[in-house]
């Protein structure tokens, strides 16, 4: 981690586990990493063209995620002051150092899993 980048701060941070247990936390829900996967592939993106990139979200939950996100402090959210005015959302220094683990997690992905032949055998 580069020394300009602060940590971020977390309840367990003496515990030997807490890293990977806060890191979860951080990106563990549904939407989160798909949302980051995306940010990381198109650079900063506008709200309706990161709900078509992220593709089956709501708007409800992209907006939650979205504020998750940002509170976490893994995506920061600019007004551009164009006409008509626009929001973008792009990816925090914390959000860019989250690439290769996301980028493995898409690597262990096309290794070890296959698309279900039904819903009732799916996984997730």
Known sequence: ????????????????????????????KKWHTVILHRLLANGPLGFNALKEEVGGISSKVLSDSLEDLEAKQLIERSIISEKPVRVEYSLTEHGKSLE?????????????????????????
Request: charged share 25%.
């Open 1 to 28: 981690m580069s020394e300009s980048t602060e940590q971020l701060e977390v309840w367990c941070a003496g515990e030997d586990w807490c890293p990977v247990t806060s890191t979860a936390t951080l990106i563990g």
């Open 100 to 124: 290769p683990v996301i980028q493995e997690m898409a690597k262990w992905g096309q290794e070890h899993l296959t698309a279900a032949r039904d819903k009732e055998s799916s996984i997730a």
